[in-house]
């Protein structure tokens, strides 16, 4: 079993920055890809950017230039740094993690999740 804890979330105003941290425990293994998604009320759960374990990187369109994922294989952590935030961006963010050793962006091919964090940008 791998266990996921998130945190770095909390309020901020449009157009400020948080970063997010993923503490990786239990059965980790080196090779696999780690991934970031949100949630907002009332919407599906989306994916936000993904990182394999030789540091392939893939992210959506709407987070480009904005979000940046970064992972320490020694600390068996992933990071989100978010930048220039919306009101948009509000939602609870999974980390999530997977065997596979290529980015994926679909929830269905993660193996792990996290208990999300919160992330509300006011106006």
């Known amino acids: 079993q791998v266990q996921l804890v998130e945190t770095g979330g909390g309020l901020v105003q449009a157009g400020g920055s948080l970063r997010l941290s993923c503490a990786a425990s239990?059965?980790?293994?080196?090779?696999?890809?780690m991934g970031w998604f949100r949630q907002a009320p009332g919407k599906e759960r989306e994916f936000v950017a993904a990182?394999?374990?030789?540091?392939?990187?893939y992210y959506p369109d709407f987070t480009k230039g904005r979000f940046t994922i970064s992972r320490d294989n020694t600390k068996n952590t992933v990071y989100l740094q978010m930048d220039s935030l919306k009101p948009e961006d509000t939602a609870v963010y999974y980390c999530?993690?997977?065997?596979?050793?290529?980015?994926?962006?679909?929830?269905?091919?993660?193996?792990?999740w996290g208990q999300g964090t919160r992330v509300t940008v006011s106006s």
């Open positions: 999530a993690a997977t065997k596979l050793s290529v980015v994926a962006a679909r929830p269905d091919l993660y193996d792990y």
């Open positions: 990182i394999s374990w030789s540091g392939g990187i």
């Open positions: 239990g059965r980790t293994f080196s090779t696999g890809t």
